[in-house]
């Protein structure tokens, strides 16, 4: 990445796992910038400078995208769909980070080329290793051509 700040959209649902999120990328030192919104419409409307989000300056384009699947407005595999099939945006990497395992949702998603298929664990503990993991693999060893 630039010397920008590396800027990450969670487009979650939960507040609660929102904040889950949030707290652990800030105790790991991963993100510069995390922007949260509820639902698939809000995270389309910040991707594509819609509606509140059409100020490119003060909504730069993410990083990264964490997308939970069952969202409220728009499901969370149409935004995926969405983004993957716009030239400007289908290169920041879209993590889906979601309460279902199934085998038909991991499926859709690759098919729409996610990036990533993350099943959130249920145990607290556990969500809080994962989610430093990710962050350490995504944030800081990945490495990107832009």
């Not at 939970?68 to 400007?88: F, N, Y």
């Not at 969500?127 to 990107?144: D, H």
Request: charged share 25%.
């Amino acid at each position: 990445m630039t010397g920008e700040p590396f800027l990450i959209l969670l487009v979650e649902d939960d507040p609660a796992h929102a904040e889950i999120v949030r707290r652990n990328l800030e105790d790991a030192r991963v993100a510069n910038r995390l922007v949260h919104v509820g639902d698939g419409q809000a995270g389309l409307d910040y991707l594509f400078h819609r509606g509140e989000f059409t100020d490119a300056e003060k909504f730069p384009r993410p990083g990264m995208v964490l997308l939970d699947l069952r969202l409220p407005k728009v499901d969370g595999l149409e935004v995926l769909r969405l983004t993957k099939a716009d030239p400007s945006l289908n290169r920041i990497p879209i993590v889906v980070l979601t309460t279902s395992s199934a085998e038909s949702d991991m499926a859709r998603a690759y098919e729409c080329q996610a990036n990533s298929y993350l099943v959130k664990p249920v145990d607290l503990a556990n969500f809080t290793e994962m989610m430093e993991t990710f962050g350490f693999y995504w944030l800081a060893w990945n490495k990107y051509p832009y």
